[in-house]
């Protein structure tokens, strides 16, 4: 086999791409960050020597290889961290593209920080499923085939993440 060509990689990045940098950016929370995982995306998808199967969901196979690129970074990071501590993200920070969303119109500014610093204090696992879940808008079947887990694990992470949500910005003083 061999690797994937340019048209392909374009035909992916027009097709899929908007999802992917909107997981990207919500994964990373900084926009340059997201940019790069991005590109590291695309980047693995150009050095495989697997064909993209146009009729079996290129979008689950491009977000699981998003998927997996931001949880080998994440590890890396943590392994930098423990040598050479580093300043986080500002909790104030701004994603510029849900200010026109639906959640951006209900929600004040307020409560999309309380909402957005909730999720991303969930563990990885359960907020992967919620990005792709709620920002995404994947179908369970769909993030089960991204994530390589049974559908039944969404569907309890999904859950699980509600419930620790709800906990924490009840705590936070937003009523559910």
């Known amino acids: 086999m061999a690797a994937l060509r340019t048209q392909e990689i374009e035909k992916l990045i027009e097709l899929v791409g ?5 997981f990207c950016l ?3 929370q900084c926009q340059a960050d997201a940019e ?3 590109q590291q995306t695309f980047l693995k998808l150009c050095e495989m020597k697997k064909e993209i199967d146009w009729a079996d969901n290129p979008r689950s196979f491009v977000l699981s290889v998003a998927a997996l690129t ?7 990071y943590a ?3 423990r040598l050479a501590p580093q300043v986080g993200i500002p909790e104030d920070f701004d994603l510029a593209e849900d200010t026109f969303s639906t ?3 209900i929600l004040n500014k307020e409560e999309q920080l309380a909402v957005r610093r909730a999720v991303n204090a969930l563990e990885e696992r359960l907020k992967t499923s919620v990005v792709l879940y709620y920002t995404l808008e994947m179908p369970v079947e769909e993030i089960a085939e991204t994530l390589n887990i049974p559908v039944g694990t969404v569907k309890s992470r999904l859950y ?3 419930k620790k949500l709800m906990k924490r910005l009840e705590e ?3 009523a559910g």
Request: hydrophobic share 25%; proline share 0%.
């Open 18 to 22: 908007a999802d992917v940098y909107r």
């Open 26 to 28: 919500r994964m990373t």
């Open 36 to 38: 790069d995982l991005y």
């Open 70 to 76: 931001e949880k080998s970074n994440r590890r890396r």
């Open 79 to 81: 392994r930098r961290q």
């Open 103 to 105: 959640e951006g119109i």
């Open 160 to 162: 699980k993440a509600r």
């Open 172 to 174: 936070w003083g937003y």
